[in-house]
Structures are given as structure tokens and as C-alpha cells.
T-cell receptor
Framework: TQLLEQSPQFLSIQEGENLTVYCNSS?????LQWYRQEPGEGPVLLVT?????EVKKLKRLTFQFGDARKDSSLHITAAQTGDTGLYLC?????????????FGAGTQVVVTP | KAGVTQTPRYLIKTRGQQVTLSCSPI?????VSWYQQTPGQGLQFLFE???????NKGNFPGRFSGRQFSNSRSEMNVSTLELGDSALYLC????????????????FGEGSRLTVL
């Protein structure tokens, strides 16, 4: 069983549509990160959420951390082809190893013109 | 500033061979972590090095090893390659210490894609 369950696994939409991807767990986290990985690239950090109930916006992307700090969602408004990529949520499992993250399996998003 | 650099980008090996991958972190970053990414298992943590010391290790066999040099550059080695070792190997760097300098962000390289035949 994955610590972080991401859904859906795959999402194909047209430009201009909205989409939401989810990252769920039964564990409580002090923070959660979202990364996006484009083909041929390494993951790039989009946001870190820390406080339960927190909402952060990055242009057309809205991130929410659940009140109980067990889950998170990413909502994209009016998707563009540049939003295509693998969206990964990740948590840090230990405070003494800064480089060790546990990743979800990811949601592959494809935005077509 | 320059990002994380990984070499080589692509390589093909046969079963039983060994491979060494290299990673140059962002200047000033002291932590280097390695991840394996496969379609079936996703991104999995291999190990982290900080100031030339292994700080943490993932659940991989002893065939996977690494080291870090005094300039923070890191290498990972996989011996006796198996077909299942085919993957994208990603290196990530960060300042590596809690406090103001480290936001918790990992900066990834583009990866080294290993194919084992």
C-alpha cells in the first residue's frame, strides 16, 4: 500500500477545461509538496503546504492542504498545453534527512489543443 | 546559477555489468540525494549524502552504492546489473540543513536513463 495515494492516475483534457488531482493518505504530515515533471526533465517544485486548511495559488493552479493534514488537492483552471506533465505529491518522512522524500505514484496530465 | 548536472544522460549496459553515474549539485548545496524512477514503482529514494557522509538509505540491495566528494559532487554505482535496474536515475540537491537557507525544496537534475539488456 502506497503511503500517498494519487488519483486519478491519468487525465486527458482539452485546453480551457478545469481539472483536479488528489493526494490522499491515512497519515498526518507536517507539510506536503507538489512537484511537476515534464518529459525528459526532473521534477520541479510547485508548492509546499504546511498549515491544515491552507490554500495557495500559483497563477491558474490552486493547492489545498486538508484540515487534518492528511490530504491535498491541486486544481488547475483553464488548462493550457504547458500544464502537461506528471504531477507528484511528496512528503518528508524524517527531519534528519532533508533529501529523503516519499512520493506518490503521480497523476499524468495531458492537455490537448 | 547552474542547476544540477547529471552525466551521462543515457547509457545502455548488459546484465552483469556495472555502472557509475555522476551528479554535480547546485553550488553551495551540501546534500545530494538519489532516486530511481520506473513506470511500475514511481520515484523511490535510494540514498542521501551530506558532507561526504551517507545520511539515509532506501530499501535497495547492496548492489546500489554511492559516495560524495569534498566538493559535494556525488556518484552512484550499481554492480551486477539486472534487467530490473533499467530506470531513470535522478539526483537532487538541497542546502541540506534546517533553517533559513533550506526551504525543503529538492532541485532535481534531468536524470540518467539506464537501459539494461
Amino acid at each position: 500500500t502506497q503511503l500517498l495515494e494519487q488519483s486519478p492516475q491519468f487525465l486527458s483534457i482539452q485546453e480551457g477545461e478545469n481539472l483536479t488531482v488528489y493526494c490522499n493518505s491515512s497519515s498526518v504530515f507536517s507539510s506536503l509538496q507538489w512537484y511537476r515533471q515534464e518529459p525528459g526533465e526532473g521534477p520541479v517544485l510547485l508548492v509546499t503546504v504546511v498549515t491544515g486548511g491552507e490554500v495557495k495559488k500559483l497563477k491558474r493552479l490552486t493547492f489545498q492542504f486538508g484540515d487534518a493534514r492528511k490530504d491535498s488537492s491541486l486544481h488547475i483552471t483553464a488548462a493550457q498545453t504547458g500544464d502537461t506533465g506528471l504531477y507528484l505529491c511528496a512528503v518528508r518522512m524524517t527531519t534528519d534527512s532533508w533529501g529523503k522524500l516519499q512520493f506518490g505514484a503521480g497523476t499524468q496530465v495531458v492537455v490537448t489543443p | 546559477k547552474a542547476g544540477v548536472t547529471q552525466t551521462p544522460r543515457y547509457l545502455i549496459k548488459t546484465r552483469g555489468q556495472q555502472v557509475t553515474l555522476s551528479c554535480s549539485p547546485i553550488s553551495g548545496h551540501r546534500s545530494v540525494s538519489w532516486y530511481q524512477q520506473t513506470p511500475g514503482q514511481g520515484l523511490q529514494f535510494l540514498f542521501e549524502y551530506f558532507s561526504e557522509t551517507q545520511r539515509n538509505k532506501g530499501n535497495f540491495p547492496g548492489r546500489f552504492s554511492g559516495r560524495q566528494f569534498s566538493n559535494s559532487r556525488s556518484e552512484m554505482n550499481v554492480s551486477t546489473l539486472e534487467l530490473g535496474d533499467s530506470a531513470l536515475y535522478l539526483c537532487a540537491s538541497s542546502p541540506g540543513t534546517s533553517g533559513g537557507a533550506d526551504t525543503g525544496e529538492l532541485f532535481f537534475g534531468e536524470g540518467s536513463r539506464l537501459t539494461v539488456l
